[in-house]
Antibody, heavy 121, light 111 residues
């Protein structure tokens, strides 16, 4: 059973960079797409981006190039960096597994429990 | 533009059945989706992947009470024998090669 766990600072100052890591257990990270999704308090889900080690990274254009997702296969982890944050970036951040690299499906089949990151106004 | 539309709320009685709907935008009626459940104060949980022909693949440990079906651009999640723990937000999700899209979610109340 694949398990995902988010970690990182829960308070980030405006204009600074949000940095989160997702640790993946009970499964190899290499064959799959991995993604970050966020949920502002009381609102719905917003996709941030996904990556596969062999096929590169794709981002939600609404984030205006502020996001970077990277993979560390040696640690079975992947990370999110979001630059120039504002109060609007306050949200629960989830990491997730998306599907096999090379497959057409992008159905999310495993989720982390989420981490609340606050950017004070 | 790839968009998913869900009703904001639904309700049904304990022990009854409920059918939730997710509608794909025009021109995307052949797309597969996934259904996810988010119980209060918890992270989402994958329920199933649902294809345009109604075939579906459920996640580990998802009870038989949860089933999916399709008709045209509509994708359905049916929950039978409703239990109190089914009270949750339900999100549909779809994708293209370079994008992932979520519906706005349906809040299910079990009466």
């Amino acid at each position: 059973q694949v398990q995902l766990q988010e970690s990182g600072p829960v308070l980030v100052r405006p204009s600074e960079t949000l940095s989160l890591t997702c640790s993946v257990s009970d499964g190899s990270i290499s064959p799959y797409y991995w993604s970050w999704i966020r949920q502002p308090p009381g609102k719905g889900l917003e996709w941030i981006g996904f990556l596969c080690s062999s096929e590169g990274t794709t981002y939600n254009s609404s984030l205006k190039s502020r996001a970077t997702i990277s993979l560390d296969t040696s640690k079975n982890q992947f990370s999110l960096r979001l630059r120039s944050v504002t109060a609007a970036d306050t949200a629960l951040y989830y990491c997730a597994r998306v599907g096999y690299c090379g497959d057409h499906s992008r159905a999310i089949d495993y989720w982390g429990q989420g981490i609340l990151v606050t950017v004070p106004s | 533009q790839l968009v998913l539309t869900q009703s904001p709320s639904a309700s049904a009685s304990l022990g009854a059945s409920v059918k939730l709907t997710c509608t794909l935008s025009s021109g995307h009626s052949n797309y597969a989706i996934a259904w996810h459940q988010q119980q209060p104060e918890k992270g989402p949980r994958y329920l199933m992947k649902l294809n345009s022909d109604g075939s579906h693949t459920k996640g580990n440990g998802i009870p038989d009470r949860f089933s999916g079906s399709s008709a045209g651009a509509e994708r359905f999640l049916t929950i039978s024998s409703l239990q109190s723990e089914d009270e949750a937000d339900y999100y549909c999700q779809t994708w293209a090669s370079d994008i992932v899209v979520f519906g706005g979610g349906t809040k299910l109340t079990v009466l």
